[in-house]
Structures are given as structure tokens and as C-alpha cells.
């Protein structure tokens, strides 16, 4: 069984960075692809950002695309998300899922292809 925990949600202001981080155990990280997805309130949740199981790809919707960076320290057993430029439509909790995947694996972008997922975090972005 894989458990995933993230750290790094806050309450910040428009404009503002803020980097998440997720620390997944109970299966060797190396073996896993990644994502960060995100249920604002009264809304559906939505895919934010993927990565494959090296870091050699990554994908990202294209609300964050150019603000957002998902990478991973496989050595570290963390992945994180590098949110910059923070607009109030950001805010949501946030959620780290992971997937057993093989190296010729596809990113997803579709929660249902993920297996794990964590507790969440809160962003909130004031404007």
C-alpha cells in the first residue's frame, strides 16, 4: 500500500509563490508516476499537473501552464509542486496521487488512472 502525504499549503497573496511537496512511501518512489490535482470549493476536481516515474516528462492543464512546475527527487522520495505568480482562482485543496507505471507508461491526466492519493492541502490565494 502507498501513502502519500503533502506538506506546503498556506494562505497567501496574489502574486506569490508557494511550493507543495509530497513524500510518498510504501513502494519503492522510483516505480511510480505522479500527479497534483486540485478541488476548489463546490467545484469538480481537476488534473493540474503530471510527471513520469524518472522525471523525464511532465504535463500540465493549461491554467497553470508557464506558472506551475511539478518535478521530483526520487533520491529524496519527494515530488513537488512549484507554484509561481498565484492567482485567487488557484486556491483549492490540493491533492498528490500516485500510479504504479512502466517506463514506456503515458502521463494521465484523469484521476481515475490514479490508484493513490493523499489527505490534501489547503492553498488559499487572496487577492
Known amino acids: 500500500q502507498v501513502q502519500l502525504v503533502e506538506t506546503g499549503g498556506e494562505l497567501v497573496q496574489a502574486g506569490d509563490s508557494l511550493r507543495l511537496s509530497c513524500a510518498p512511501s510504501g513502494r519503492n518512489i522510483g516505480r511510480l508516476a505522479m500527479g497534483w490535482f486540485r478541488r476548489a470549493l463546490g467545484k469538480e476536481r481537476e488534473f493540474v499537473a503530471a510527471?513520469?516515474?524518472?522525471?523525464?516528462?511532465?504535463a500540465y492543464a493549461d491554467s497553470v501552464k508557464g506558472r506551475f512546475t511539478i518535478s521530483r527527487e526520487n533520491a529524496k522520495y519527494t515530488v513537488y509542486l512549484q507554484m509561481n505568480s498565484l492567482k485567487p482562482e488557484d486556491t483549492a485543496v490540493y491533492y498528490c496521487a500516485a500510479r504504479d507505471s512502466i517506463l514506456t507508461d503515458y502521463l494521465r491526466t484523469d484521476g481515475t488512472d490514479y490508484r493513490y492519493w493523499g489527505q490534501g492541502t489547503q492553498v488559499t490565494v487572496s487577492s
Open positions: 510527471i513520469s516515474r524518472n522525471g523525464g516528462r511532465t
